[in-house]
Structure formats: C-alpha cells, structure tokens
C-alpha cells in the first residue's frame, strides 16, 4: 500500500519583527524610487536632502539585509516574510551600487 501524504493545515505564526524588516524594506525602496524621480525632475541637480534620502535607503537596506539573516530559527514560526524582505533590500542595494558606479564613472 503506498503512503498516503499528510497535509499540516495549522498556521505557523510569524516570527518575531517580521513587520518591521518588511516596512524598512519597503520604506528604502520608496527612498530608492522618490531620488531616482526627484533627481530627474531637476534633471541631475538636486538640492541636498536627495542625497540624505539616498544614504538613508542605502542604510535602511543594508540593515534589512543583516537583520533578515536569522541565526535562531524556531520550528513553530514561518521565516519566508523575513527572508522575502531581506531579498528585495538585496536588491535595493545591488541597484544602489550600480547607480553610484554609474554616477562615478559615466
């Protein structure tokens, strides 16, 4: 007789401050997207709080992507949340840095 598949229909609960690495991941990328579109509104020349909201995604999503590295893990809670907002920072970051390679050498 084969083994017939058990399904698990109880929810795991989420882990410990996974709403606040999914918010800073989302408030550094709506950073990332106001500079890119007030930098070029003013066509480049952009007063100086562009570059305090850069800096300020920048380091927001470098915090994401370390604090979403969960060390501890408990079997009764669900990490994907955690692990899906420290991606999209990844990535934040990743275009960050082609952004200031771009800046630096074009």
Known sequence: MANKKRYNYIRKKIAPGT???VMTAILSFVLL???IVIS????????LFIGAMGISSIIMAIYTVFNSMVFEKDPECNYIPVHAAGIVAGIIVILWLILLLLGLFF
């Open 19 to 21: 709403w606040f690495k």
């Open 33 to 35: 997207v106001s500079c």
């Open 40 to 47: 070029t509104y003013m066509e480049g020349k952009g007063p």
